[in-house]
Protein backbone atom coordinates (compact mmCIF):
# COMPACT_ATOMS: atom_id res chain seq x y z
CA UNK A 1 0.00 0.00 0.00
CA UNK A 2 0.91 3.54 -0.65
CA UNK A 3 2.41 5.68 1.74
CA UNK A 4 3.45 9.69 2.55
CA UNK A 5 3.92 10.22 6.20
CA UNK A 6 5.40 12.76 8.05
CA UNK A 7 6.99 12.75 11.16
CA UNK A 8 8.70 15.26 13.53
CA UNK A 9 11.11 15.64 16.88
CA UNK A 10 13.32 18.34 17.97
CA UNK A 11 15.71 18.19 20.42
CA UNK A 12 13.75 18.97 23.52
CA UNK A 13 10.96 16.98 21.83
CA UNK A 14 9.87 14.16 24.18
CA UNK A 15 9.32 11.72 21.28
CA UNK A 16 8.50 11.52 17.60
CA UNK A 17 5.44 12.93 16.37
CA UNK A 18 3.85 12.22 13.55
CA UNK A 19 1.96 15.15 11.24
CA UNK A 20 -0.92 15.99 8.91
CA UNK A 21 1.50 17.46 6.11
CA UNK A 22 5.19 18.99 5.17
CA UNK A 23 7.06 21.25 8.24
CA UNK A 24 10.40 22.15 7.97
CA UNK A 25 12.75 19.58 9.90
CA UNK A 26 10.75 16.88 9.37
CA UNK A 27 10.94 13.82 7.87
CA UNK A 28 9.08 12.43 4.91
CA UNK A 29 8.71 8.42 5.23
CA UNK A 30 7.26 7.47 1.44
CA UNK A 31 6.50 3.76 1.00
CA UNK A 32 5.58 1.95 -2.23
CA UNK A 33 4.59 5.06 -3.89
CA UNK A 34 2.84 5.20 -7.23
CA UNK A 35 3.88 7.36 -10.54
CA UNK A 36 1.74 10.03 -9.54
CA UNK A 37 3.21 10.34 -5.99
CA UNK A 38 6.88 10.17 -6.99
CA UNK A 39 5.94 12.84 -9.17
CA UNK A 40 3.93 14.81 -6.91
CA UNK A 41 7.33 14.40 -4.14
CA UNK A 42 9.51 15.50 -6.71
CA UNK A 43 7.73 18.33 -8.08
CA UNK A 44 6.96 19.47 -4.08
CA UNK A 45 10.39 19.02 -2.78
CA UNK A 46 12.36 19.82 -6.19
CA UNK A 47 13.95 15.98 -6.19
CA UNK A 48 15.73 14.25 -9.49
CA UNK A 49 12.78 11.83 -10.51
CA UNK A 50 15.46 9.60 -12.00
CA UNK A 51 17.39 9.21 -8.39
CA UNK A 52 13.88 8.39 -6.82
CA UNK A 53 13.04 5.72 -9.53
CA UNK A 54 16.52 4.38 -8.71
CA UNK A 55 15.67 4.10 -5.14
CA UNK A 56 12.87 2.17 -5.77
CA UNK A 57 14.78 -0.43 -7.70
CA UNK A 58 15.83 -3.48 -5.63
CA UNK A 59 18.98 -4.58 -7.66
CA UNK A 60 20.54 -0.52 -6.85
CA UNK A 61 23.79 -0.81 -5.29
CA UNK A 62 24.54 1.01 -1.73
CA UNK A 63 25.84 4.65 -3.31
CA UNK A 64 26.34 8.18 -2.28
CA UNK A 65 25.14 11.04 -5.30
CA UNK A 66 24.74 14.66 -4.97
CA UNK A 67 21.42 16.87 -6.98
CA UNK A 68 20.96 20.56 -6.59
CA UNK A 69 22.20 20.97 -2.86
CA UNK A 70 20.45 17.23 -1.90
CA UNK A 71 22.44 14.29 -0.88
CA UNK A 72 20.59 10.64 -1.95
CA UNK A 73 22.28 7.88 0.17
CA UNK A 74 21.61 4.36 -1.46
CA UNK A 75 21.55 1.46 0.87
CA UNK A 76 20.67 -1.91 1.18
CA UNK A 77 18.43 -3.14 3.93
CA UNK A 78 16.76 -6.65 5.09
CA UNK A 79 13.13 -6.94 3.77
CA UNK A 80 10.22 -8.46 5.56
CA UNK A 81 10.77 -11.92 3.17
CA UNK A 82 14.50 -11.50 4.38
CA UNK A 83 15.47 -10.82 0.90
CA UNK A 84 17.72 -7.17 0.29
CA UNK A 85 15.60 -4.01 -0.63
CA UNK A 86 17.02 -0.55 -1.48
CA UNK A 87 16.44 1.65 1.15
CA UNK A 88 17.13 5.73 -0.20
CA UNK A 89 17.50 8.93 2.27
CA UNK A 90 17.42 12.03 1.16
CA UNK A 91 18.58 15.14 3.02
CA UNK A 92 17.66 18.66 1.84
CA UNK A 93 18.09 21.75 3.72
CA UNK A 94 14.13 21.69 5.14
CA UNK A 95 13.70 17.86 5.39
CA UNK A 96 14.63 14.57 5.17
CA UNK A 97 13.56 11.52 2.96
CA UNK A 98 13.25 8.30 2.88
CA UNK A 99 11.88 6.14 0.23
CA UNK A 100 11.21 2.29 -0.09
CA UNK A 101 8.85 -0.40 -1.67
CA UNK A 102 8.09 -1.49 1.66
CA UNK A 103 8.24 -1.19 5.09
CA UNK A 104 11.37 -2.23 6.20
CA UNK A 105 11.57 -4.29 9.69
CA UNK A 106 14.64 -1.94 10.84
CA UNK A 107 11.97 0.83 10.65
CA UNK A 108 9.29 -0.19 12.57
CA UNK A 109 11.27 0.37 16.10
CA UNK A 110 11.93 3.97 15.08
CA UNK A 111 8.04 4.36 14.57
CA UNK A 112 7.11 2.66 17.59
CA UNK A 113 9.47 5.39 19.82
CA UNK A 114 11.67 2.32 20.74
CA UNK A 115 14.72 4.36 18.97
CA UNK A 116 15.40 8.24 19.84
CA UNK A 117 14.99 9.42 16.56
CA UNK A 118 15.69 13.81 16.38
CA UNK A 119 14.58 14.70 12.82
CA UNK A 120 15.55 18.34 12.72
CA UNK A 121 19.37 17.31 13.15
CA UNK A 122 19.46 15.02 9.69
CA UNK A 123 23.25 13.85 9.26
CA UNK A 124 22.39 12.13 13.09
CA UNK A 125 19.01 10.47 11.91
CA UNK A 126 20.59 9.62 8.85
CA UNK A 127 23.90 7.77 11.40
CA UNK A 128 21.02 5.86 13.57
CA UNK A 129 19.11 4.57 10.16
CA UNK A 130 22.38 3.24 9.25
CA UNK A 131 23.03 1.84 12.43
CA UNK A 132 19.35 0.65 13.04
CA UNK A 133 20.02 -0.96 9.86
CA UNK A 134 22.96 -2.45 10.60
CA UNK A 135 21.73 -4.10 13.71
CA UNK A 136 19.10 -5.86 11.13
CA UNK A 137 21.64 -7.20 8.89
CA UNK A 138 23.78 -8.52 11.80
CA UNK A 139 20.82 -10.27 13.05
CA UNK A 140 19.93 -12.53 9.59
CA UNK A 141 23.39 -12.91 9.25
CA UNK A 142 23.61 -14.49 13.11
CA UNK A 143 20.65 -16.35 12.07
CA UNK A 144 22.27 -17.87 9.23
CA UNK A 145 25.36 -18.60 10.80
CA UNK A 146 23.74 -20.88 13.45
CA UNK A 147 21.72 -22.57 11.18
CA UNK A 148 24.61 -23.29 9.32
CA UNK A 149 26.51 -24.22 12.19
CA UNK A 150 24.04 -26.86 13.68
CA UNK A 151 23.93 -28.31 10.18
CA UNK A 152 27.90 -28.72 10.13
CA UNK A 153 27.47 -30.82 13.21
CA UNK A 154 25.10 -33.10 11.71
CA UNK A 155 26.30 -33.58 8.54
CA UNK A 156 25.88 -37.32 8.14
CA UNK A 157 21.90 -36.90 9.04
CA UNK A 158 21.68 -34.46 6.60
CA UNK A 159 18.72 -34.57 3.94
CA UNK A 160 17.85 -33.11 0.70
CA UNK A 161 15.70 -30.52 2.38
CA UNK A 162 18.80 -30.08 4.29
CA UNK A 163 20.90 -29.35 1.42
CA UNK A 164 18.11 -27.28 -0.39
CA UNK A 165 17.81 -24.91 2.72
CA UNK A 166 21.67 -24.48 2.89
CA UNK A 167 21.52 -23.22 -0.95
CA UNK A 168 18.98 -20.23 -0.44
CA UNK A 169 21.17 -19.32 3.03
CA UNK A 170 24.14 -19.20 0.58
CA UNK A 171 22.30 -17.30 -2.20
CA UNK A 172 21.14 -14.89 0.94
CA UNK A 173 25.00 -14.94 1.97
CA UNK A 174 26.38 -13.96 -1.18
CA UNK A 175 24.14 -11.47 -1.42
CA UNK A 176 24.59 -9.92 1.87
CA UNK A 177 28.74 -10.30 0.84
CA UNK A 178 27.62 -7.74 -1.81
CA UNK A 179 25.89 -5.45 0.48
CA UNK A 180 28.41 -5.15 3.28
CA UNK A 181 31.08 -4.38 0.73
CA UNK A 182 29.14 -1.59 -1.02
CA UNK A 183 28.05 -0.06 1.97
CA UNK A 184 31.10 -0.23 3.79
CA UNK A 185 32.27 1.74 0.49
CA UNK A 186 29.82 3.99 0.76
CA UNK A 187 30.42 4.73 4.41
CA UNK A 188 34.13 6.16 3.60
CA UNK A 189 32.68 8.15 1.07
CA UNK A 190 30.07 9.63 3.62
CA UNK A 191 33.28 10.49 5.68
CA UNK A 192 34.76 12.45 2.49
CA UNK A 193 32.32 14.20 1.33
CA UNK A 194 29.59 15.01 4.05
CA UNK A 195 30.74 18.03 6.38
CA UNK A 196 30.52 15.37 9.60
CA UNK A 197 30.99 16.36 13.37
CA UNK A 198 34.53 14.41 15.30
CA UNK A 199 31.97 12.13 16.85
CA UNK A 200 29.53 11.51 13.63
CA UNK A 201 32.60 10.77 12.04
CA UNK A 202 34.05 8.30 14.67
CA UNK A 203 30.37 6.44 14.41
CA UNK A 204 30.77 5.92 10.54
CA UNK A 205 34.11 4.59 11.38
CA UNK A 206 33.08 1.79 13.43
CA UNK A 207 30.64 1.37 11.09
CA UNK A 208 32.89 0.32 8.31
CA UNK A 209 34.57 -1.66 11.08
CA UNK A 210 31.16 -3.84 11.89
CA UNK A 211 30.44 -3.85 8.21
CA UNK A 212 34.00 -5.37 7.65
CA UNK A 213 33.40 -7.90 10.17
CA UNK A 214 29.53 -8.62 8.86
CA UNK A 215 31.17 -9.10 5.64
CA UNK A 216 34.24 -11.70 6.99
CA UNK A 217 31.49 -13.78 8.68
CA UNK A 218 29.20 -14.04 5.69
CA UNK A 219 32.23 -15.19 3.62
CA UNK A 220 32.95 -17.66 6.29
CA UNK A 221 29.81 -19.05 6.42
CA UNK A 222 29.55 -19.53 2.89
CA UNK A 223 33.16 -21.39 3.43
CA UNK A 224 31.45 -23.31 5.53
CA UNK A 225 28.35 -23.93 3.12
CA UNK A 226 30.96 -25.36 0.49
CA UNK A 227 32.56 -27.58 2.45
CA UNK A 228 29.30 -29.22 3.85
CA UNK A 229 28.13 -29.05 0.00
CA UNK A 230 31.08 -31.40 -0.93
CA UNK A 231 31.29 -33.73 1.99
CA UNK A 232 27.44 -34.13 0.88
CA UNK A 233 27.95 -35.38 -2.61
CA UNK A 234 31.20 -37.49 -1.44
CA UNK A 235 28.56 -39.08 0.91
CA UNK A 236 25.70 -39.43 -1.74
CA UNK A 237 28.63 -40.58 -4.41
CA UNK A 238 29.70 -43.37 -1.95
CA UNK A 239 26.17 -44.50 -1.24
CA UNK A 240 25.48 -45.08 -5.12
CA UNK A 241 28.89 -46.62 -5.51
CA UNK A 242 28.12 -48.77 -3.29
CA UNK A 243 24.25 -49.77 -3.95
CA UNK A 244 25.79 -50.24 -7.77
CA UNK A 245 28.49 -52.52 -5.93
CA UNK A 246 25.86 -54.49 -4.38
CA UNK A 247 23.38 -54.84 -7.31
CA UNK A 248 26.26 -56.01 -9.25
CA UNK A 249 27.44 -58.44 -6.69
CA UNK A 250 23.87 -60.00 -6.62
CA UNK A 251 23.37 -60.58 -10.15
CA UNK A 252 26.62 -62.52 -10.32
CA UNK A 253 25.37 -64.36 -7.64
CA UNK A 254 21.90 -65.23 -9.60
CA UNK A 255 23.25 -65.49 -12.99
CA UNK A 256 24.99 -68.61 -11.41
CA UNK A 257 22.58 -70.63 -10.65
CA UNK A 258 20.40 -68.89 -13.94
CA UNK A 259 23.00 -70.59 -16.14
CA UNK A 260 23.49 -74.15 -14.57
CA UNK A 261 19.30 -74.42 -14.67
CA UNK A 262 19.33 -73.49 -17.95
CA UNK A 263 22.22 -75.68 -18.97
CA UNK A 264 19.86 -78.73 -17.49
CA UNK A 265 17.03 -77.29 -18.63
CA UNK A 266 18.18 -77.08 -22.43
CA UNK A 267 16.33 -80.37 -24.15
CA UNK A 268 19.57 -82.29 -25.24
CA UNK A 269 21.34 -85.41 -23.46
CA UNK A 270 23.43 -84.07 -20.66
CA UNK A 271 25.76 -86.07 -18.18
CA UNK A 272 24.34 -87.72 -15.68
CA UNK A 273 20.18 -86.38 -16.81
CA UNK A 274 19.06 -90.06 -15.76
CA UNK A 275 21.04 -90.55 -12.57
CA UNK A 276 18.84 -90.12 -9.45
CA UNK A 277 20.92 -87.36 -7.36
CA UNK A 278 21.68 -85.70 -10.60
CA UNK A 279 19.59 -82.49 -9.15
CA UNK A 280 20.96 -82.61 -5.56
CA UNK A 281 24.67 -82.53 -7.52
CA UNK A 282 23.22 -79.33 -9.64
CA UNK A 283 22.32 -77.65 -6.40
CA UNK A 284 25.58 -78.58 -4.64
CA UNK A 285 27.49 -76.92 -7.99
CA UNK A 286 25.42 -73.78 -7.32
CA UNK A 287 25.95 -73.79 -3.68
CA UNK A 288 30.01 -74.24 -3.77
CA UNK A 289 30.25 -72.02 -7.16
CA UNK A 290 28.19 -69.08 -4.93
CA UNK A 291 30.30 -69.87 -1.69
CA UNK A 292 33.54 -69.47 -4.33
CA UNK A 293 32.41 -65.77 -5.10
CA UNK A 294 31.36 -64.67 -1.61
CA UNK A 295 34.70 -66.09 -0.53
CA UNK A 296 36.44 -64.37 -3.03
CA UNK A 297 34.41 -60.82 -2.89
CA UNK A 298 35.19 -60.93 1.24
CA UNK A 299 38.78 -61.33 0.89
CA UNK A 300 39.10 -58.60 -1.69
CA UNK A 301 37.25 -56.51 0.83
CA UNK A 302 34.26 -55.42 -1.97
CA UNK A 303 31.29 -55.42 0.99
Given at each position: ??????????????????????????????????????????????????????????????????????????????????T?????????????????????????????????????????????????????M???????????????????K???????????????????????????L????????????????E??????I??????N????????????????????????????K????????????????????????????????????V?????????F???????????
Amino acid sequence: MAMITYYKRTVLGKSLGKLDGFEVGSWINVVNPNKEELKEIKEKYALDEELLEEGLDENELPRIDFYENKTYIFFKAIATNNTLATFLVIIGDKFIVTLSKEELPFIKPILDGKIKLVTTQKVKMLITLLYENNEQMEKEVAKIVKTVQKKKNTTKKLMESDMEQLLIYEDELNNLVSAYYYTSLLYSKMIKRIKLFDEDKEELEDLIIESNQGLNLCRTSMKTIAHIRNYYSIILSNRLNRTIKILTIFTILIAIPAAVSSIYGMNVPLPLQNHSWTFLYVVGLMIAIISFFVYYFKKKEVF
